[in-house]
């Protein structure tokens, strides 16, 4: 049989109750774990759940779970199972100590294992139900305590967390795995060239965008991470929509891309990436680098020239980079920026948070889930935890409709949000970083997903 070593950031397989967009770490769940729907670059498909129906409103939710599902020690996968699961985690916190929004969505709703799977009984239209559930991978604990028990086409042989697991596959012609955490990009990229693994993941994450070398096979794709700034729309520059207009028209993203990602970019024009459901039906261009009218924009208004760029010390990656760059944009267009650069990221995310943020603060976007990045960050109706005080009444009317469109127009419709939201910016557009991956010629080949899922399966993996 045939056996990869693959090098991660990250060996870790999280308790059951924590959601993640590592790719490291979903790189390892998408292997052991199967999500209950499949997300395929915005379209959503059949996984632990096999089918689903609802109701004319979009109220009353079916699941039924795939037949004979199995955890790896042999016991059934029932839907009392995965409302456990998901009772978890709606009462869970993500990384930063902060509780997730599930708990916000699925409010007043009753979720009932069935003989067949799950039903969801909802308050309120919920047409993006099955995209949320995506993010969601089922897993149980072992007789240690250690939540590597799944359904998925690899179980768990050996695991040392923070270290290595080797995964062994279901199917015979799949190869046996062991990943082992390196942190450094740098050192994951040296230990391939040295021959020591088979592959690495995670190398846009190098310090300085490395050299494509012949030596060795490459994978990119197109992220669904949007890395954009933040800009307070509450008060200071910034409350005036025009001089939010003036900043992303006066930022040049094919430099910043060529400069910062060595040319490993795609310059971003709305709030979600060209994988999310609604981009490829809102047809946006780039946005323009125009800073003449920019500059005309900004001195229509009134508000203050001086802002605060904040930016941590990373997370997304090269982000001082990022702000210096947009630091000289904005300054040749009329704005008088300064920068303030902080070390303690889980500090500046509670901070953002708290709508503590300057002016400028960058950060990044990693929710694949359309619906997510609106309700969390764009409502005014929700005024969720990372919304930063946007207002626009013809945003907020499209995107009530989209969230009670179902299937099949609920594509256009979102669509349509985001086309509005190109016309009228919230944040300041950035990038969609290209995730990089390597291996040895003559290997078992590998596919990377769109959010950096390196697996050798084809790309049916979320």
Same mark, same amino acid.
């Given at each position: 049989m045939t056996h990869l070593t693959i090098a991660l950031d990250r060996?870790?397989?999280?308790?059951?109750?924590?959601?993640?967009?590592?790719?490291?770490?979903?790189?390892?769940?998408?292997?052991?774990?199967?999500p209950l729907v499949r997300w395929r670059d915005g379209r959503i498909e059949p996984a632990l759940f096999a089918a689903w129906e609802s109701d004319a409103a979009g109220r009353d939710w079916q699941f039924r779970l795939r037949d004979g599902a199995r955890f790896h020690d042999?016991?059934?996968?029932?839907?009392?199972?995965?409302?456990?699961?998901?009772?978890?985690?709606?009462?869970?916190?993500?990384?930063?100590?902060?509780?997730?929004?599930?708990?916000?969505?699925?409010?007043?709703?009753?979720?009932?294992?069935?003989?067949?799977?799950?039903?969801?009984?909802?308050?309120?239209?919920?047409?993006?139900?099955? *995209?949320?559930?995506? *993010?969601?991978?089922i897993a149980r604990r072992d007789g240690a305590g250690?939540?590597?028990?799944?359904?998925?086409?690899?179980?768990?042989?050996?695991?040392?967390?923070?270290?290595?697991?080797?995964?062994?596959?279901?199917?015979?012609?799949?190869?046996?795995?062991?990943?082992?955490?390196?942190?450094?990009?740098?050192?994951?990229?040296?230990?391939?060239?040295?021959g020591a693994i088979d592959a690495a993941a995670g190398l846009e994450q190098a310090d300085e965008p490395p050299t494509e070398t012949p030596d060795l096979t490459w994978l990119h794709?197109?992220?669904?991470?949007?890395?954009?700034?933040?800009?307070n729309c509450t008060a200071g520059a910034f409350a005036d929509p025009r001089a939010r207009l003036a900043a992303n028209l006066a930022i040049d993203r094919a430099r910043l891309i060529a400069e910062v990602y060595g040319g490993r970019a795609l310059a971003a024009n709305t709030v979600v990436s060209p994988w999310h459901t609604g981009h490829a039906e809102a047809g946006l261009e780039s946005l323009p680098f125009d800073p003449k009218r920019a500059g005309a924009l900004l001195a229509t208004t009134?508000?203050?020239?001086?802002?605060?760029?904040?930016?941590?010390?990373?997370m997304p990656e090269r982000a001082p980079a990022i702000a210096a760059r947009i630091a000289r944009d904005l300054a040749a267009v009329g704005f008088q920026p300064r920068i303030e650069c902080i070390a303690d990221r889980p500090g500046y995310a509670r901070a953002i948070a708290a709508k503590d943020m300057g002016d400028l603060?960058?950060?990044?976007?990693?929710?694949?889930?359309?619906?997510?990045?609106?309700?969390?960050?764009?409502?005014?109706?929700?005024?969720?935890?990372?919304?930063q005080g946007f207002a626009d009444a013809?945003?907020?009317?499209?995107?009530?409709?989209?969230?009670?469109?179902?299937?099949?127009?609920?594509?256009?419709?979102?669509?349509?949000?985001?086309?509005?939201?190109?016309a009228a910016p919230p944040w300041l557009y950035l990038v969609h970083p290209v995730a990089l991956a390597a291996q040895r010629p003559g290997t078992f080949p590998l596919t990377l997903d769109a959010k950096g899922v390196l697996s050798?399966?084809?790309?049916?993996?979320p």
């Open positions: 060996v870790d397989f999280l308790p059951p109750d924590r959601v993640t967009d590592n790719a490291a770490i979903l790189t390892l769940k998408a292997h052991v774990f199967e042999g016991a059934p996968c029932t839907g009392a199972d995965v409302v456990a699961f998901l009772t978890a985690i709606l009462d869970s916190r993500d990384m930063f100590g902060m509780r997730w929004s599930y708990a916000r969505y699925f409010a007043g709703a009753e979720m009932t294992a069935t003989p067949a799977g799950v039903r969801f009984a909802c308050p309120a239209p919920f047409a993006d139900l099955p *995209e949320v559930l995506s *993010e969601f991978y250690r939540a590597i028990l799944g359904t998925g086409a690899w179980r768990v042989a050996a695991f040392t967390p923070g270290e290595t697991a080797t995964l062994t596959p279901i199917d015979p012609a799949q190869p046996t795995l062991t990943f082992t955490a390196m942190t450094r990009a740098e050192d994951r990229l040296a230990a391939l060239r040295a794709t197109v992220n669904t991470l949007s890395v954009m700034a933040y800009l009134d508000g203050p020239r001086e802002i605060i760029i904040r930016t941590p010390d990373h603060a960058i950060f990044d976007s990693s929710p694949h889930v359309t619906f997510r990045v609106l309700d969390d960050k764009i409502s005014s109706a929700t005024q969720a935890l990372w919304w013809e945003t907020e009317a499209l995107f009530a409709t989209a969230r009670a469109c179902r299937d099949p127009a609920r594509a256009a419709a979102y669509g349509r949000v985001l086309a509005r939201l190109n050798p399966l084809p790309r049916t993996l």
